[in-house]
């Protein structure tokens, strides 16, 4: 027994410089950890980011516009209403030597229905009947209109039908086989990811042979990562720490504007203050957003006009900010009656976007000043979230940022009057509520042509920005740092996915 | 003898109990897990599917007796989040927080009895002053400011240290050790010293305190006048003497080190189970959460139930009845 340890013990010794030798090509830190290696079993886009290596989509969106492009599918269109066809890549092989058919395709699908392995139910479910007429086609046919079908393909990854069924629920949600640019080497939980290359990649093999990712949740530690050149590129670099990196020469700041809005969702309940849009004018008028964002984000926002972002069918250009004037909030005020102020609770998260909690707090000054009795009433997100389902709060701050890049479904789930039985208004906490906006939501989904949506949604937009519906604060801004040493050419993408293969030398 | 062992198991089963019972009354107010669950753009008839596959539409005292009943047979459910065995998930992280808990109070317990010593000898030397004021430090100063400063002082600044993870380690069966590489030792230093602080200034304490009063003793006054060396007389006559106490603070105190390196481990990355825990409370993974808990009460009762034990195995003249 005691032989058998000593031997063990020399093993691993010897072993050693082999290890240390193994340190990967590219090195990449990043603020959150996977969650698991199954690519439908969460859809935040910071577990989407690990998938993205392993596994492709039908589509794909590559940096910096992202834009839709093919990726498993060659060429994809909407038949009619209803009807989805899209022709397959030929050739294409998963990492364990599969071949790449539609009936795959079909597997991942209605696999992704399951809920108790997909959180993707809500693309799931839309999906009425799946056919493949072919090896190499799919027609997918939905139960509603669904515009954003196709726009949500670069989510959905594909996995391989034949070796899914065959493991067991352990080995499918650690072990990942997909056909992207990366196969899978190791996860060790809460210290790194590795992969290396995929040479018969269908793009061509990537640069980089090796690649390690590394979940670092903490701020400072992360800072000292590339402080201390532990890794090549760090992303979500912490806002207070901004300067201090940018003073250090061996190390470049790179960053770009995210799709993600902060605004202040507020609603129109009948017998509140806030069902007077002279009102919910005052409020968005009271509050100096180019101060929150010199002041609170560090010049690390954009002020945002409306919460759909450029990339976005549906984003206006044409939207301009309300001016900052508390005089004429307090005007507005006098107006409709409430020269003497009402009282006003502040609701948000403080744990879930940059400085979320100090947001609030900006917020409720300025609404002080002009007279408002504010309570602040921030919390973590999962005791907040909760309360926001049961439409607790009339006025809070939120973020969103719909991987779709279509404000159809944005503007169902947060505009939308409260309607559960048709899955309406899911993010309308504040029940907002508007009976001609909800008629021009519904009547979005039918349009198929692609300008008169795009027209029919900067329409909807509009209205809502007009009328209060909710005030937009900023787009919060992505900021990475890039070692110079590492040589690498790192362009961020949209959505702040790691897509290693998009990492050029 | 085994009357008062059965007696102490029946009541570490109420406690696991209690602790188990607690979990599921606070899991009502902190949050839906079908939020997560179901996913971002779930509408509302979806999270209600969810809710359902998961058994969360059931009455609070049904889920509770399903979780009794499934962990009687060792089941402890899936994470809602990994979707894999949540007693898994947390072993799997054990090794990596049982090395630091160890290295931690190997520390503390190495550096705590020598300066102990030292300041009994010489209780009005400088140095004796300093490591005293130090010692206040390591008791009053948090684990995290500790943490940071360590990481800005030997990895930012000085460049001896890597700033967080735990560097190459090797698999050999179940346990993935660091101890086997340079690189994992170089990792190791900078997290053991922060969660030995504290334990290093009450062990350092304990042991000077007992030092002294030993010291003053007639028999040690007797072994100086016969003219034994210095050391024979501090290490073996009086030290030996203020061992116990100092031994028994170090175990109980072990098992807190393993079940609430929770600060440490995420200020260095570690990824143990504390690491572990704080990000399946972000995430509201209950299965997770409520398992690591029974488990860390576990892993306390039973220290305490062997401490006990050795206690009365040590001295003869402690009897339990």
Known sequence: MKHKLVTLIIAAMLAMPGLALAKSDLVIAVDSPPKSMNPHSY?????????????????????????????????????????????LRKGVKFHNGNPFTAEDVKFTFERMKDPEFSKFLNIANSIASIETPDDFTVVFTTEKPVPWFAETMHQNFIVDKESSLKRDSGDYNTKPIGTGAYKFVEWVKGSY???????????????????????????????????????????????????????????????????RAIYMDIGNKPGTPFADVRVRKAIAMAINEDEIVSTVMRGQATPAAQVPDTATIGYDPELKRLPYDPEQSKALLKEAGYENGFEITIAGPNDRYVNDKQICEAVARYLARIGLKVTLDVKPKSIFFDELSSNKHDFYLIGWMDGSYDFGRSAQLLLHTVDPDKGMGVYNGAMYSDPKLDEMIAASSAILDREERKAALQAINKKSVEDIAWIPLHYQQDVYAVSKAANVIFTPRPDMWIVAKEIKR | MGRYIFQRICQGVVVLLAVSFICFLIFR????????????????????QVRIAYGLDRPFYVQYANFLGNALKGNFGKSYISQVDALDTILERFPATFELALTAIFISLSAGVLLGVVVSIKPKSLVSRLIMAGSLGGISIPTFLMGILWVMLFAVYLEWLPPFGRGET???????????????????????????????????????????????????????????SPFTVIVKHALRNVLIPVVTIAGLSFGELIAFSIVTESIFQWPGMGNLLLVSIFETDHPVIVTYIMMAAFIILAINILVDLLYAWLNPKIQYN
């Open chain 1, 193 to 259: 990811i590795r992969m290396e290359a995929n040479p018969d990649y269908w793009e061509g093999a990537p640069v980089f042979k090796t690649v390690e990712i590394k979940p670092i949740t903490e701020d400072s530690t992360r800072f000292a990562a590339i402080a201390t050149r532990q890794a090549h590129i760090l992303s979500g670099v912490p806002i207070p720490m901004i300067e201090l990196i940018k003073k250090n020469p061996a190390i470049e700041v790179v960053s770009r504007p995210a799709r």
């Open chain 2, 170 to 228: 090797v698999q050999i069966g179940p346990w993935r050790t660091g101890f086997l590489t340079l690189d994992g030792l170089k990792h190791i230093i900078m997290p053991a010293l922060t969660l030995s602080g504290y334990q290093l200034a009450v062990i350092l304490r304990l042991t000077r305190a007992g030092m002294r009063e030993v010291l003053s003793e007639e028999y040690i006054k007797t072994a100086w006048s016969k003219g034994l």
């Open chain 1, 43 to 87: 859809n935040s886009d910071a577990n989407l980011s690990y998938m993205a290596n392993f596994f492709d989509g039908l589509l794909q969106r590559p940096a910096p516009e992202g834009r839709l492009a093919p990726a498993l599918a060659i060429e994809w269109t909407r038949k009619d209403a209803l009807t989805w066809e899209f022709k």
């Open chain 2, 29 to 48: 107010f902190t949050g839906d897990p079908v939020l997560m669950l179901a996913g971002k753009y779930a509408t509302q008839q979806e999270r209600e």
